[in-house]
Each structure stands twice: as C-alpha cells, then as structure tokens.
C-alpha cells in the first residue's frame, strides 16, 4: 500500500509562481505511474501532469509550457512546479500514484490510480 501527502499549495496572485510536493511512502517500489489531477468547485476532477519511472511526461494542453512536473526518486517525492498562474488554476490539486504503467488514455480519464492523496488548495487571485 502506498500512501501519499501533498503540500505547498496556498494563495498567491495572478502571475505568480508555487511548487506542490507530492510525498510517498510505503510500498513506493510498487509505483510506476505517478500524476498531478485538480479539481475546481463544481467542476470534475481533470488531469494536469504525469511523469512515469522512464523519466517521461505528458501535460494537459492548459499546463503546458507552465507546469513542470518532476521526482526525486531518492525521497520518494514528486513535484509540480507552477508559474505564471492564472485564476483558472483555482482548484484542489491532487497526487496520485499507480502500480502499472498506465496509458495517457488511461491517466486523462482519471482510470487506474490506485492511492490519492488527500489535496492540497491552490487559490489564484486576480
């Protein structure tokens, strides 16, 4: 079982820069795919970033060239470094991990992820 807490999350202003942690612990030998999800108020949870053990990610196209999601395998640890935030970027932001090798399919209809951490708030403000 693998168990995951996220942080760094906060408010800041349009424009701004913040960097989410994403820490894992347990059976971290068993994770393959690891990826950052948000959900704003009313809104479905949608994906935002995935690295897999390779080394290779894949962005939502409303991230790109914004975010950067990246890991530290020694500590077990998984970051999403945001800049030039925007007030879209408003949601509860979500780590999670999965004992396979999950498709990009599979990861943007939010399918295979097998432990979430518990979220961390990211406010914008104009």
């Known amino acids: 079982q693998v168990q995951l807490v996220e942080s760094g999350g906060g408010l800041v202003q349009a424009g701004g820069s913040l960097r989410l942690s994403c820490a894992a612990s347990g059976r971290t030998a068993s994770i393959y795919t690891r990826a950052w999800f948000r959900q704003a108020p009313g809104k479905e949870r949608e994906f935002v970033a995935v690295i897999y053990n390779s080394g290779n990610t894949y962005y939502a196209d409303s991230v790109k060239d914004r975010f950067t999601i990246s890991g530290d395998n020694a500590k077990n640890t998984m970051y999403l470094q945001m800049t030039n935030l925007e007030p879209e970027d408003t949601a509860a932001y979500y780590c999670?991990?999965?004992?396979?090798?999950?498709?990009?399919?599979?990861?943007?209809?939010?399918?295979?992820?097998?432990?979430w951490g518990q979220g961390t708030r990211v406010t914008v403000s104009s």
């Open positions: 999670a991990a999965a004992q396979y090798v999950l498709s990009i399919a599979q990861v943007m209809g939010v399918s295979g992820f097998s432990s």
